[in-house]
């Protein structure tokens, strides 16, 4: 199973900031990764999938990068409806395996 | 418009057993494989089961396998998690969500709005 490990676990930004969260795999996922937001009482949605393509709807301040074991998600500009828990998903190999999430929590 | 609708959940006792269901609309079932998804109170999301789109095919966790059994309706636009021997650490919100084709592995474009099992005596 591919361990999937997030760093850092919460996230402090100011509105209007950039956020760089970080997503590692155990091992290579090529680039079979996907990002999740998810608020508080709510489904997850997906944000990126195949490391850097944008969901349909994501705004283009949402940006994914990485292959192999390194994946980051940027968001360039905070907004209000950003702060919220994001998910990495590795969906190279079976088990699809999620990371542990990153708050992203107002400064 | 993809509408993904569980319903099923509630409160079990431990050993117990639970079936939920998952009404899609707005698509095809039969073309898409489709999961369930849970996530422990407070925690994060951990894949449960999955399920080709003829059905013919299914995966699940080591931490569900021989306990539960997914499976679906395509005539009935259903999917299905039947849950035998629940534990404590079974209590989750499930989700049920939709993968991009008909098999394998995948990301997952839609999620139902989940369903809460608590397993408690």
């Known amino acids: 199973e591919k361990v999937m490990t997030q760093s850092p676990a919460t996230l402090s930004v100011s509105p209007g900031e950039r956020a760089t969260l970080s997503c590692r795999a155990s091992?290579?996922?090529?680039?079979?990764l996907a990002w999740y937001q998810q608020k508080p009482g709510q489904a997850p949605r997906l944000l990126i999938y195949?490391?850097?393509t944008r969901a349909t709807g994501i705004p283009a301040r949402f940006s994914g990068s990485g292959s192999g074991t390194e994946f980051t998600l940027t968001i360039s500009s905070l907004q209000s409806e950003d702060f919220a828990v994001y998910y990495c998903q590795q969906y190279n190999n079976w088990p699809p395996t999620f990371g542990q999430g990153t708050k992203v929590e107002i400064k | 418009e993809v509408q993904l609708l569980e319903s099923g959940g509630g409160l079990v006792q431990p050993g117990g057993s639970l079936r939920l269901s998952c009404a899609a609309s707005g698509f095809t079932l039969s073309n898409y494989a489709m999961s369930w998804v849970r996530q422990a109170p407070g925690k994060g999301l951990e894949w449960v089961s999955a399920?080709?789109?003829?059905?013919?095919?299914?995966y699940y966790a080591d931490s569900v396998k021989g306990r539960f059994t997914i499976s679906r309706d395509n005539s009935k636009n259903t999917l299905y998690l039947r849950m035998n021997s629940l534990r404590a650490e079974d209590t989750a919100v499930y989700y049920c969500?939709?993968?991009?084709?008909?098999?394998?592995?995948?990301?997952?474009?839609?999620w139902g709005q989940g369903t809460l099992v608590t397993v408690s005596s």
């Open positions: 969500a939709k993968c991009i084709g008909p098999e394998g592995i995948c990301y997952f474009q839609h």
């Open positions: 399920v080709s789109g003829s059905g013919g095919n299914t």
């Open positions: 091992q290579s996922v090529s680039s079979y």
């Open positions: 195949g490391a850097s």
